[in-house]
T-cell receptor
Framework: DSGVTQTPKHLITATGQRVTLRCSPR?????VYWYQQSLDQGLQFLIQ???????AKGNILERFSAQQFPDLHSELNLSSLELGDSALYFC????????????FGSGTRLTVV | QKEVEQDPGPLSVPEGAIVSLNCTYS??????FMWYRQYSRKGPELLMY????GNKEDGRFTAQVDKSSKYISLFIRDSQPSDSATYLC????????????FGKGTHLIIQP
């Protein structure tokens, strides 16, 4: 167990729907990162939050949004889902704002049908 | 040209062999270099990180960076079946503002 908790582990939903993925970082970690992993694109950075504030944005679609709450857990919201959004979504956490190594959770496998 | 290139494999070697895994990158702004290991259905796990050219050793693992050639390597000595996994190189620019850029990973199989 890495200490980063992601729920749910699996999610199956239909095109056009909206889902929320949840992440609880390791105790003491202030930064949360979201990554998407697909077979063709590999691991792609989506967004980073540090102590409740957005710090960096990567290849995140406008249909996707995230936030980090005062208790430091984070949620990734995916809306108007398309078949191509099917992927593994990983959350990672670190102590500092600029980290050279993260601790990843076990991921949420999203299947859009 | 992709920012980080990594041979997807699979790379199959006998137990006890020395394994060499490699990545090339294109952006000179990259300054921090990491290797992650990912088992099936699990999240990536940080193995090693370094920020300078040269070698860094940790047990059976050695990370090597050649910034002049934009080439990074991970060597695994005395490979074990439990080392069978996907190995991802990851690179970070100096500011750290863009998240990690990952290679697609090399699938390694250690045959008992």
């Amino acid at each position: 167990d890495s200490g980063v908790t992601q729920t749910p582990k699996h999610l199956i939903t239909a095109t056009g729907q909206r889902v929320t993925l949840r992440c609880s970082p390791r105790s003491g970690d202030l930064s949360v990162y979201w990554y998407q992993q697909s077979l063709d694109q590999g691991l792609q950075f989506l967004i980073q939050y540090y102590n409740g504030e957005e710090r960096a944005k990567g290849n995140i679609l406008e249909r996707f949004s995230a936030q980090q709450f005062p208790d430091l857990h984070s949620e990734l919201n995916l809306s108007s889902l398309e078949l191509g959004d099917s992927a593994l979504y990983f959350c990672a956490s670190s102590v500092s704002e600029t980290a050279y190594g993260y601790t990843f959770g076990s991921g949420t496998r999203l299947t859009v049908v | 040209q992709k920012e980080v290139e990594q041979d997807p494999g699979p790379l199959s070697v006998p137990e006890g062999a020395i394994v060499s895994l490699n990545c090339t990158y294109s952006n000179s702004a990259f300054q921090y270099f990491m290797w992650y290991r990912q088992y099936s259905r699990k999240g990536p796990e940080l193995l090693m990180y370094t920020y300078s050219s040269g070698n860094k050793e940790d047990g059976r693992f050695t990370a090597q960076v050649d910034k002049s050639s934009k080439y990074i390597s991970l060597f695994i000595r005395d490979s074990q079946p439990s080392d069978s996994a996907t190995y991802l190189c990851a690179i970070l620019s100096g500011g750290g503002a863009d998240g990690l850029t990952f290679g697609k990973g090399t699938h390694l199989i250690i045959q008992p």
